[in-house]
């Protein structure tokens, strides 16, 4: 069974599930594109990526692409826990530069359904997190930007203290005041 809870940002949506479980284990379906169209998925699956994050406060992000290759992401948390996060940067939103985020984990299989035109990260919660992403366009580096995980302008609250972000995550600069969103 299926709950999709929306946010406090338009379009940004967490989704929960009751996995199947018997004695040989548990089974969960993590996509559907038939339920994902009543919350606003309907782009194909272009791409699927995996990460493996080893170390508690541990972040990954923020990231998005530009137009033309923005993409909508379902993100699940298949082992360990994440606070996972997107911030709204798109033109014109009332609710741009700002941030929700959920505890997703590999427990309860919840995920967020992200749209185009917010940038994503998490923090591993725990020692051994592993993510699985849908991604609804296929990666373009030429298109790819950041957005720095503690920027104070965003004020993302993380719960652990940040630990290894990568050398290009953590070279994205701060936002200034020209900064003004993305058209998805």
């Given at each position: 069974?299926?709950?999709f809870?929306r946010?406090?940002l338009?379009?940004?949506v967490?989704?929960?599930?009751t ?6 284990g548990?089974?969960?379906?993590i996509?559907?594109?038939q339920?994902?169209?009543t919350v ?5 699956v ?9 170390g ?7 990231h ?15 082992r360990g826990?994440?606070?996972d996060?997107?911030?709204d ?5 009332p ?13 309860g299989?919840?995920?967020?359904l ?13 020692d ?32 652990l203290?940040?630990?290894r972000?990568?050398?290009r995550d953590?070279s994205f600069?701060?936002l200034d005041?020209?900064?003004t969103g993305?058209?998805?």
């Amino acid at each position: 069974m299926l709950v999709f809870r929306r946010t406090e940002l338009d379009g940004l949506v967490e989704i929960t599930r009751t996995p199947r479980e018997d004695a040989r284990g548990r089974f969960a379906r993590i996509f559907d594109s038939q339920d994902l169209l009543t919350v606003g998925w309907h782009w194909p699956v272009q791409q699927v990526n995996f990460s493996q994050t080893s170390g508690a406060g541990t972040v990954r992000g923020l990231h998005y692409q530009m137009p033309p290759s923005a993409e909508a992401k379902l993100v699940t948390c298949v082992r360990g826990e994440i606070w996972d996060v997107a911030v709204d940067i798109r033109t014109g939103s009332p609710t741009f530069l700002g941030w929700c985020a959920r505890t997703l984990g590999g427990a309860g299989l919840n995920s967020m359904l992200v749209p185009p035109g917010f940038a994503h990260g998490f923090q591993a919660l725990s020692d051994d997190v592993s993510v699985l992403y849908l991604h609804s366009a296929a990666y373009a580096p030429q298109d790819e930007r950041g957005l720095h995980a503690q920027d104070e302008r965003l004020g993302v609250t993380w719960p652990l203290p940040v630990r290894r972000l990568s050398e290009r995550d953590s070279s994205f600069p701060s936002l200034d005041r020209r900064f003004t969103g993305v058209t998805p």
